[in-house]
Antibody
Framework: QVQLQESGPGLVKPSQTLSLTCTLS??????????WTWIRQPPGKGLEWIGY???????YYNPSLKSRVAISVDTSKNQFSLKMSSLTAADTAVYYC??????????WGQGALVTVSS | QSALTQPPSASGSPGQSVTISCTGS?????????VSWYQQHPGKAPKLMIY???KRPSGVPDRFSGSKSGNTASLTVSGLQTEDEADYYC??????????FGGGTKLTVL
C-alpha cells in the first residue's frame, strides 16, 4: 500500500523559508507516469494546488506562487520536498503531499500544519 | 488561472440524490477530461472519489458518479448516507501543466 508522510517545522517566522519533506513508502518515487504534488489548505478554507514534479524530474508550479516555490526529488531517500520563500501569515496552512496522474491526486499524506508567526 | 466555482453548500435527506456542480471555463473543464472530485471529512486529508470526469477508483461506492457538460462538471451522490456528509472539492487540469481546484461544497445530510 502506497503511503505518504509529510515532515517539517510546524512554526516558521515571517520572511523565512519553509522546507517540507514528503516520504513515500510502499512504492518507488521513480514510478513512471506519476506526479508528486504539493497542495495546501489555509484553516477553514479550500484547497490550493502549489505544484508538482514529474517522474522525469520536471517541475511545474501555480503561477501565483511560482516565484517563491521549488519542488525537488531525492530518489535515494524516496522523498520529494517543497521549499517556499518569503513567507507571510497568508501562507499559514495545512500542507499536503500527494501522488497522482493526469489531473488527479491519490494517495495523500495526512497533512502538516505550518504556522507563520513571529 | 481562476478557481473553479462550486456552490458553498448542498443538502439532502438519507436515501435521496444530490448533485454538486463545478463551473470552470473553456481553458480548463471545457477543454480537458481531467476533472476529479475529492471528499474531505473534518480534520482528514481529502480522498479521491472521481477522476477523469466519471471514473471511480477501486473502493469508492457506485453511489458516486461524475459527469461533464461544456464548462461544468457535476458530482452526483445517490442514496445519500450519513457518512457522505463532508466537504467536496472539484479539480481540473487547466493547461500548461497547471491544475486548479474549486472552492468546495459542504454537503449536509439532513
Amino acid at each position: 500500500q502506497v503511503q505518504l508522510q509529510e515532515s517539517g517545522p510546524g512554526l516558521v517566522k515571517p520572511s523565512q523559508t519553509l522546507s517540507l519533506t514528503c516520504t513515500l513508502s510502499g512504492a518507488s518515487i521513480s514510478l513512471s507516469d506519476y506526479y508528486w504534488t504539493w497542495i495546501r489548505q489555509p484553516p477553514g478554507k479550500g484547497l490550493e494546488w502549489i505544484g508538482y514534479i514529474s517522474y522525469s524530474g520536471n517541475s511545474y508550479y501555480n503561477p501565483s506562487l511560482k516565484s517563491r516555490v521549488a519542488i525537488s526529488v531525492d530518489t535515494s531517500k524516496n522523498q520529494f520536498s517543497l521549499k517556499m520563500s518569503s513567507l507571510t501569515a497568508a501562507d499559514t496552512a495545512v500542507y499536503y503531499c500527494a501522488g497522482g496522474g493526469d489531473g488527479w491526486f491519490d494517495p495523500w499524506g495526512q497533512g502538516a500544519l505550518v504556522t507563520v508567526s513571529s | 488561472q481562476s478557481a473553479l466555482t462550486q456552490p458553498p453548500s448542498a443538502s439532502g435527506s438519507p436515501g435521496q440524490s444530490v448533485t454538486i456542480s463545478c463551473t470552470g471555463s473553456s481553458s480548463d473543464i471545457g477543454s480537458y477530461n481531467y476533472v476529479s472530485w475529492y471528499q474531505q471529512h473534518p480534520g482528514k486529508a481529502p480522498k479521491l472519489m472521481i477522476y477523469e470526469v466519471n471514473k471511480r477508483p477501486s473502493g469508492v461506492p457506485d453511489r458516486f458518479s461524475g459527469s461533464k457538460s461544456g464548462n461544468t462538471a457535476s458530482l452526483t451522490v445517490s442514496g445519500l448516507q450519513t457518512e457522505d456528509e463532508a466537504d467536496y472539492y472539484c479539480s481540473s487540469y487547466a493547461g500548461s501543466n497547471s491544475l486548479v481546484f474549486g472552492g468546495g461544497t459542504k454537503l449536509t445530510v439532513l
